[in-house]
């Protein structure tokens, strides 16, 4: 069956190291998308790829970074630059440009910085 | 701007009671319109969509929700809840592009036996 995967579903990590989440779909989709969660906020933007090779930040992209080498793979780095990691990442995906195209998204992964 | 408002952020209903969870949208030209349910620790699952048509629109799980362009509402409904309903909603809007989603920040319900 399509979808998308995330890995790992938690993942633990020491204040001051990088980290990165996994996000690999085999939906064909063209657009992959990165969000936070964090309770009572909704889901918050944190880059988003339309094309192989090319992204843009969203609205919180300071502390994290991201690539996009390969169609099928949208890995998430968050650096020891953001302030406040600790959150739950979900990684979804669509065809860019037709409006009525929804995101499908994955499980999440919940990070946790001690 | 384009921006979505859930203006309730926790629900409790009875099982077996009908349901109306409230979703109202900012956007300048013709809104694509989704409602997403979340539950704990899952991503979250498209239960119906709206780009034309029918204003009223049926989705999964025996949910449906009306689009009302004067009130700029697409609210979501569902007859009869059940427990297994209890969950996070959250409705969302994407520009006419599909480039950009922008998402309510959601809403709790919690159904009581």
């Known amino acids: 069956d399509g979808g998308i995967t995330q890995s790992p579903k938690y993942l633990f990590r020491k204040e001051g190291q990088n980290v990165t989440l996994s996000c690999e779909q085999n939906?064909?989709?063209?657009?992959m998308y990165w969000y936070r969660q964090d309770p009572g906020q909704g889901l918050r933007l944190i880059y988003y790829?339309?094309?192989?090779?090319?992204?843009q930040k969203g609205d919180i992209a300071e502390g994290y970074s991201v690539s996009r080498e390969k169609k099928e793979s949208f890995p998430l780095t968050v650096t020891s630059a953001q302030k406040n990691p600790t959150a739950f990442y979900l990684c979804?995906?669509?065809?860019?440009?037709?409006?009525?195209?929804?995101?499908?998204f994955g499980n999440g992964t919940r990070l946790t910085v001690t | 701007a384009q921006s979505v408002t859930q203006p309730d952020i926790h629900i409790t209903v009875s099982e077996g009671a009908s349901l109306e969870l409230r979703c109202n949208y900012s956007?300048?030209?013709?809104?694509?319109l989704f409602w997403y349910v979340q539950s704990p620790g899952q991503g979250l699952q498209l239960l119906l969509k709206?780009?034309?048509?029918?204003?009223l629109v049926q989705g999964i799980k025996g949910f449906e929700a009306e689009f009302k362009r004067s009130q700029s509402s697409f609210n979501l409904r569902k007859p009869s809840v059940h427990w297994s309903d209890a969950a996070e909603y959250f409705c969302?809007?994407?520009?006419?592009?599909?480039?950009?989603?922008?998402f309510g920040t959601g809403t709790s319900l919690t159904v009581i036996p």
């Open positions: 709206y780009f034309s048509g029918d204003t």
């Open positions: 956007y300048g030209a013709t809104p694509y």
């Open positions: 790829s339309q094309i192989v090779n090319d992204f």
């Open positions: 969302a809007v994407a520009t006419n592009t599909g480039n950009q989603f922008y």
């Open positions: 939906l064909n989709h063209d657009a």
């Open positions: 979804a995906s669509t065809t860019p440009g037709q409006g009525d195209s929804p995101l499908h």
